[in-house]
T-cell receptor
Framework: GAVVSQHPSRVICKSGTSVKIECRSL??????MFWYRQFPKQSLMLMAT?????????EQGVEKDKFLINHASLTLSTLTVTSAHPEDSSFYIC?????????????FGPGTRLTVL | AQSVTQLGSHVSVSEGALVLLRCNYS??????LFWYVQYPNQGLQLLLK??????LVKGINGFEAEFKKSETSFHLTKPSAHMSDAAEYFC?????????????FGSGTQLTVLP
């Protein structure tokens, strides 16, 4: 099956620093990748939709200047949390949709646990 | 617009007992429906999906779900629970291909399997 990786799996940073999270589709091309945020004991909330070669589409309430998304190739999307604060601590999960694939199926990465001190 | 309601944030069953996790959806267009499982500190793994055709769909690990349009439901079942089934389960709905908005998730159900 299609595999999506995320790096790093865990990151701890100081308040005010920026953190970059990578999402890669390992064995398929993904024209669209999605970034989700999950707080403890809660569901996944879509943050943004990332389309290769174009600007990301952010969900309402998500600050695009704080959560920078780049989708420079068909196999890589990055999420940069700028000037991170403790309230940004969360589990960030990406998913990728198979280019030309049927049925809207998304393949999920293993997630990145961000802790901001 | 679409939404998903998962009844019961926590479900406990004994090992070997029937597992039933409830999911109801709302969608203005024919839905695609999914069940995902999430183990602690991991991403989501697809258990099964309904797109078109047969309304009873079988997935991995012995799980199955039935799409009931009249009841707007897509409940997940497994005849006999294993300890390894303990995890968080998410139901999700999606519109047909071409929709800009993708998966909408339910709030999740934590399944506990008692020995």
């Amino acid at each position: 099956g299609a595999v999506v990786s995320q790096h790093p799996s865990r990151v701890i940073c100081k308040s005010g620093t920026s953190v970059k999270i990578e999402c890669r589709s390992l064995d398929f091309q993904a024209t669209t990748m999605f970034w989700y945020r999950q707080f403890p004991k809660q569901s996944l909330m879509l943050m943004a939709t990332s389309n290769e070669g174009s600007k990301a589409t952010y969900e309402q309430g998500v600050e695009k200047d704080k959560f920078l998304i780049n989708h420079a190739s068909l196999t890589l999307s990055t999420l940069t949390v700028t000037s991170a604060h403790p309230e940004d601590s969360s589990f960030y999960i990406c998913s990728a949709r198979l280019a030309g694939g049927p049925n809207n199926e998304q393949f999920f990465g293993p997630g990145t646990r961000l802790t901001v001190l | 617009a679409q939404s998903v309601t998962q009844l019961g944030s926590h479900v406990s069953v004994s090992e070997g007992a029937l597992v039933l996790l409830r999911c109801n959806y709302s969608s203005s267009v024919p839905p695609y429906l999914f069940w995902y499982v999430q183990y602690p500190n991991q991403g989501l793994q697809l258990l099964l999906k309904y797109t078109t055709g047969a309304t009873l769909v079988k997935g991995i690990n012995g799980f199955e779900a039935e799409f009931k349009k009249s009841e707007t439901s897509f409940h997940l079942t497994k005849p006999s629970a294993h300890m390894s089934d303990a995890a968080e389960y998410f139901c999700a709905v999606s519109a047909a291909p071409g929709s800009a908005r993708q998966l909408t998730f339910g709030s999740g159900t934590q399944l506990t399997v008692l020995p």
